[in-house]
């Protein structure tokens, strides 16, 4: 029996009415639930004020120690000071519009392919941004033509140095790790085995080994004279390490892909490689997307070990700015807080990046 | 009546199957399975549930390869799959899977003209409107042309797989349960089209079908499969003389006989 005296109301009163109504069906409809919103009132009141004096009221953004030491709260004085060293670490200071520009080719280059993943018709563009971005930002970083002066890249640093590390990473893992994928479900043994082996292997082992192979180890066995570049190696850590991950994700997606399609693409005389870019392909990658996205977000925060190889990225160079003098020094919940900032700001975008994409192509399924 | 045994392909036959055999694993699929079709004639095949049926199919089709025996389509060996002969004959062959199939990620008339537009290089405004008049051969309205596969009813699925299945005019034509989930109207008029497409383009069809009525009645031949051995094969105006216990059994519907079902002690006591 439905007692209608009991159902809440349509949409009609005022709407605080509406709000008073929606907060004692949804906070207020239990005693456990009404000693839970209370409790989470109370720690709201005792946690977001404090904060707010802390950062906001009693902070000072004046780029000097005296001004700090006068004030309570957060010194972003610290930030708004070594701001340039945070942001580009040693990079030479006079050339440091160099990362700058690189850095916003890039993060174009990175804005540009994802808003065209979900138009098939613009999805032919991706590659070819890439393949004139990737030079230009070489360029920019490097130097050493166009009477750009030349920066080795150890100076490399910060925030472009954990930008680039991140998306050449993802971008190069990605195939990679769908090869692997493909493999591990080949009928070929040897192709098979040799999948299996190195995903298990890369997968366990921790990133900071990989790297630390990469930096120590690898070198001992290349020929004398020969050296490969700190940077590329590091790099080519990252990329083998997410393309193990990666390669299970896709696997993940290639298995929900029923047999039946693969089986009538290839009734109709389409060829391996046809069918899985036709018909696999695109709807095992649908089906991963929330955990491939994982994986880069999990690869963006994980390139901050690269410090134990001695290069400066992000949050590194908030280190580097904390020890550049003795006064600083105490400010480091201001400097890693800037750090986390800019972290969640890239991840949580990758986040909602996902959830949109995820949404797009489900449009697309039901035009 | 020529025994199953001594049905050993014959130049003429069109498509010839002899002493066909594939397991997987410890499973026996198919075992000595021999018998033909002449070009342009028209072939049933019956059989119980798990008897290898939908696996001859796919043996025909190309997707298996035969661990033993022969396929041969107009007197070219396909036994062995991934090699040029078998890709140009996987060509020339439309397939109606039995669970359709169909490709998710596309839209109806895409799937529909997928071979099409990728294998034989067709524009897709061209192979849309092909599409669309499928579409109408099939009974389904060309609105539908747009929709997604996942947006269409079951018997609307089974309907594009048919007209995928037939797009590329294939001189062989492979349907696994073409009619299984349909009204009986549309399922006649389903097999009204299998027998003009057989007649007017020659095309040589074999259908898997549960539906004994359409078996003897629509089809010229009937080939009947029970765990993976062929228990009967022969034109369909001799079922009645044939006097084969298995195929008595699958047109009468019967209990009795020698097919049976494994029946647990939960169904015996569920019919005491």
């Known amino acids: ?367 | 009546m020529i025994p199953a045994e001594n049905n050993l392909p014959r130049k003429d036959d069109f498509i010839a199957v002899h002493d066909l055999g594939k397991s997987f694993g410890a499973v026996h699929a198919l075992r000595g399975i021999s018998f033909s079709v002449p070009r342009g004639e028209t072939m049933a095949i019956i059989g119980p549930s798990a008897a290898g049926k939908s696996v001859l199919m796919k043996c025909l089709v190309g997707l298996y390869a035969p661990d033993t025996g022969r396929i041969c389509l107009d007197g070219e060996d396909v036994s062995t799959t991934g090699n040029e002969t078998r890709k140009k004959w996987a060509e020339k062959t439309g397939m109606l899977f039995q669970h359709n199939a169909l490709f998710d990620s596309l839209q109806v008339w895409e799937n529909i003209c997928f071979s099409l537009i990728e294998s034989r290089k067709l524009s897709r405004k061209v192979a849309r409107d092909h599409a669309v008049d499928l579409l109408g051969l099939v009974g389904l309205d060309p609105d539908s042309a747009g929709l997604r596969p996942s947006d269409l009813s079951g018997g609307m699925q089974k309907r594009v797989g048919i007209a995928r299945a037939i797009a590329t005019d294939p001189e062989i034509l492979l349907l696994d349960n073409p009619t299984a989930g349909l009204d009986p109207v549309l399922s006649n008029h389903i097999e009204n089209m299998i027998a003009a497409i057989a007649q007017k383009r020659g095309t040589t069809v074999i259908t898997i079908t549960n539906d004994m009525k359409i078996a003897r009645h629509r089809y010229q031949n009937l080939a009947m499969l029970h765990d993976g051995t062929l228990q009967w094969t022969g034109p369909t105006t001799e079922i009645e003389n044939a006097g084969n216990a298995y195929l008595t059994q699958m047109l009468s519907g019967s209990s009795q006989g020698p097919i049976t079902m494994r029946t647990g002690k939960r169904q015996d006591q569920l019919f005491a």
């Open chain 1, 1 to 367: 029996m439905t007692d209608i005296a009991k159902l809440p109301p349509g949409p009609l009163g005022s709407s605080s009415q509406r709000a008073v109504i929606w907060a004692r069906k949804n906070l207020f409809n239990s005693w456990f639930n009404s000693i839970l919103t209370l409790g989470s009132i109370a720690a709201l009141f005792w946690i977001i004020p404090p904060m707010i004096e802390w950062g906001i009221t009693n902070a000072t953004l004046t780029p000097s120690i005296e001004a700090c030491r006068e004030v309570t709260g957060a010194c972003w004085g610290f930030v708004n000071a070594n701001l340039r060293l945070i942001l580009f670490g040693t990079y030479p200071y006079d050339e440091q519009w160099r990362p700058l520009l690189a850095m916003v080719v890039l993060v174009g280059i990175i804005i540009g392919s994802l808003g065209a993943v979900p138009y098939a018709g613009m999805r032919k563009w991706i590659i070819p941004m890439w393949l004139v971005g990737i030079p230009v930002i070489a360029i920019l970083m490097w130097g050493g033509v166009l009477g750009l002066t030349y920066v080795q890249n150890s100076y490399w640093g910060g925030l472009p140095l954990t930008l680039i590390l991140s998306s050449i990473g993802i971008i190069f893992a990605f195939p990679l790790g769908l090869l692997l994928a493909l493999g591990r479900q080949s009928s070929m043994p040897a192709i098979k085995t040799l999948s299996v082996v190195y995903i298990e292997i890369i997968r366990g082992v921790p990133l900071i080994t990989v790297l630390f192979m990469a930096s120590v180890m690898f070198p001992l066995f290349l020929p004398e004279g020969v050296t490969i570049d700190k940077l590329l190696r590091a790099q080519i850590g990252i990329i083998l390490f997410t393309a193990a991950y990666l390669a299970e994700v896709f696997r993940g997606g290639l298995q929900a892909v029923p047999n039946g399609q693969f089986e009538a693409g290839n009734s109709l005389g389409l060829s391996y490689w046809q069918s899985m870019r036709l018909i696999i392909l695109p709807q095992a990658m649908r089906l991963v997307i929330p955990p491939t996205v994982g994986s880069f977000i999990s690869m963006f925060k994980d390139t901050t070990l690269v410090v134990i190889i001695g290069l400066f990225d992000l949050l590194n160079t908030v280190k580097l700015a904390l020890r550049s003098d003795p006064a600083w020094t105490r400010y480091y919940v201001e400097g890693y807080a800037f750090a986390a900032a800019i972290f969640f700001l890239f991840c949580y975008s990758m986040a909602r990046y996902a959830a949109y994409l995820e949404k797009e192509l489900r449009k697309g399924e039901q035009r």
